[in-house]
């Protein structure tokens, strides 16, 4: 089994991403590891503080270590989004391959001493792990809102991803640009779509060289979804889909069998529902360079 950094290094040669895309329960689990093994890649399955919790630090850990092992599958987990040192290290000990350390929201240079602190403890804990840093304001909540936040004041500066990435030592960098967390409903609705900075990617790339990780790409305009893996992004996120589809499959299965109460003959409606999202998001985000049309 190739190990995660190489996995994203020969995603970096190739001119694609990996998808990441975040777990509550089984029914998103089965979905993601049955869109991946269908379509041949690798993929990542994230959970949050708040999705570990529901689901157990360790039990998602077991749960992905099952799939990995007896398919022979490269299926990765990351602890996303930790906000603690004490959260990151539990993570770790769990065997998570990869831990989001996440204190965007404090001043930069507090950033940078907690981010430094913490990727010193987790590598000192588990050499392999990575640990990824975040700077720039994304939002929080992978849920819908009514309005749109002014994403301009926090999109991540080239010069400060260099700082930052120097300093704290991480292994991946989430940046800010124009990606956030969540969607509107305007986007739910079809009517919106998010759109990217990919000049801002570029520059950011070029002076922090490091992998890169898009969060909060949810109901992201497809072409600037590729513009981005194009100009060095690694790793897309997407969780708002994915759970707008559990429900939409969930919704639509309970219509459907108004008496039935077997919940492995109404879950696969919710699986199917979200393996569908999957499928699509990892078909771009593979296709990468050889997707783009002749025209670009
Ligand atoms: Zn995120």
């Given at each position: 089994m190739?190990?995660l950094?190489?996995?994203?290094?020969?995603?970096?040669?190739?001119?694609?991403?990996?998808?990441?895309?975040?777990?509550?329960?089984?029914?998103?689990?089965?979905?993601?590891?049955?869109?991946?093994?269908?379509?041949?890649?690798?993929?990542?399955?994230?959970?949050?503080?708040?999705?570990?919790?529901f689901?157990?630090?360790?039990?998602?850990?077991a749960?992905?270590?099952s799939?990995?092992?007896?398919?022979?599958?490269?299926?990765?987990?990351?602890?996303?989004?930790?906000?603690?040192?004490?959260?990151?290290i539990?993570?770790?000990?769990?065997?998570?391959?990869?831990?989001?350390?996440?204190?965007?929201?404090?001043?930069?240079?507090?950033?940078?001493?907690?981010?430094?602190?913490?990727?010193?403890?987790?590598k000192?804990?588990?050499?392999?792990i990575?640990?990824?840093?975040?700077?720039?304001?994304?939002?929080?909540?992978?849920?819908?809102?009514?309005?749109?936040?002014?994403?301009?004041?926090?999109?991540?500066?080239?010069?400060?991803?260099?700082?930052?990435?120097?300093?704290t030592?991480?292994?991946?960098?989430?940046?800010?640009?124009?990606?956030?967390?969540?969607?509107?409903?305007?986007?739910?609705?079809?009517?919106?779509?998010?759109?990217?900075?990919?000049?801002?990617?570029?520059?950011?790339?070029a002076?922090?060289?490091?992998?890169?990780?898009?969060?909060g790409?949810?109901?992201?305009?497809?072409?600037?979804?590729?513009?981005?893996?194009?100009a060095?992004?690694?790793?897309?996120?997407?969780?708002?889909?994915?759970?707008?589809?559990?429900?939409?499959?969930?919704?639509?299965?309970?219509?459907?069998?108004?008496?039935?109460?077997?919940?492995?003959k109404?879950?696969?409606?919710?699986?199917?529902?979200v393996?569908?999202?999957?499928?699509?998001?990892?078909?771009?985000?593979?296709?990468?360079?050889?997707?783009?049309?002749?025209?670009?």
């Amino acid at each position: 089994m190739e190990t995660l950094r190489k996995i994203l290094e020969q995603a970096e040669t190739n001119g694609v991403a990996i998808g990441h895309f975040n777990i509550s329960d089984l029914v998103t689990l089965k979905a993601v590891f049955e869109a991946a093994r269908d379509l041949n890649v690798p993929v990542i399955v994230g959970a949050s503080e708040g999705e570990r919790q529901f689901m157990g630090v360790r039990q998602v850990s077991a749960l992905v270590k099952s799939l990995r092992e007896e398919y022979d599958f490269p299926i990765f987990l990351n602890a996303d989004h930790t906000h603690s040192l004490p959260s990151a290290i539990e993570a770790a000990k769990a065997g998570y391959d990869w831990i989001v350390f996440d204190v965007s929201t404090l001043p930069f240079e507090e950033n940078i001493r907690q981010t430094k602190a913490a990727v010193e403890a987790l590598k000192g804990l588990r050499p392999d792990i990575l640990v990824e840093g975040e700077i720039g304001d994304i939002g929080s909540g992978s849920e819908i809102h009514d309005a749109a936040p002014d994403l301009k004041k926090g999109l991540t500066n080239p010069a400060e991803a260099k700082q930052f990435v120097e300093e704290t030592r991480v292994d991946t960098l989430a940046p800010a640009v124009g990606n956030m967390h969540g969607m509107l409903k305007s986007m739910v609705a079809g009517d919106t779509r998010k759109r990217l900075d990919i000049k801002l990617v570029r520059a950011i790339k070029a002076e922090a060289r490091i992998f890169m990780t898009l969060h909060g790409a949810s109901g992201t305009d497809d072409d600037d979804l590729r513009g981005a893996i194009e100009a060095g992004i690694t790793v897309v996120h997407i969780n708002t889909e994915v759970r707008l589809a559990w429900r939409r499959g969930l919704d639509s299965a309970l219509v459907k069998q108004p008496d039935e109460i077997v919940p492995y003959k109404i879950l696969p409606h919710a699986v199917d529902s979200v393996k569908r999202v999957v499928a699509a998001r990892l078909a771009l985000f593979s296709g990468g360079r050889r997707a783009r049309p002749a025209s670009h």
